[in-house]
Nanobody, 119 residues
Framework: QVQLVESGGGLVQAGGSLRLSCAAS????????MGWYRQAPGKQRELVAA???????NYADSVKGRFTISRDNAKNTVYLQMNSLKPEDTAVYYC?????????????WGQGTQVTVSS
């Protein structure tokens, strides 16, 4: 079983910054991919930024140049630095990871952390 624990959400004014963290724990062989998604009220969950299994990064067009994803492999932790936040960034942010358990890849989600950007 793999647990993803997120932290760092909160309330910030437009133009401000927040840093999200997501730490993976439990019993797994490796993590293939890890990243962040978000879901605003009434909208579908969407990719924000992620490391792919090949090691490259993907960003939503709406956050390019403002958000930066990084990771600490030794800590199985991924971070999302969010700068120049806009009200439209308001959403619940979810950490996602594909972890290999007993040679089988599984998809895991964190519980979500609220990010609210006031205008």
């Amino acid at each position: 079983q793999v647990q993803l624990v997120e932290s760092g959400g909160g309330l910030v004014q437009a133009g401000g910054s927040l840093r999200l963290s997501c730490a993976a724990s439990g019993t797994f062989f490796s993590i293939n991919a890890m990243g962040w998604y978000r879901q605003a009220p009434g909208k579908q969950r969407e990719l924000v930024a992620a490391f792919t299994s090949g090691g490259s990064t993907n960003y939503a067009d709406s956050v390019k140049g403002r958000f930066t994803i990084s990771r600490d492999n030794a800590k199985n932790t991924v971070y999302l630095q969010m700068n120049s936040l806009k009200p439209e960034d308001t959403a619940v942010y979810y950490c996602n990871a594909e972890a290999v358990v007993a040679k089988i890849p599984y998809d895991y989600w964190g519980q979500g952390t609220q990010v609210t950007v006031s205008s």
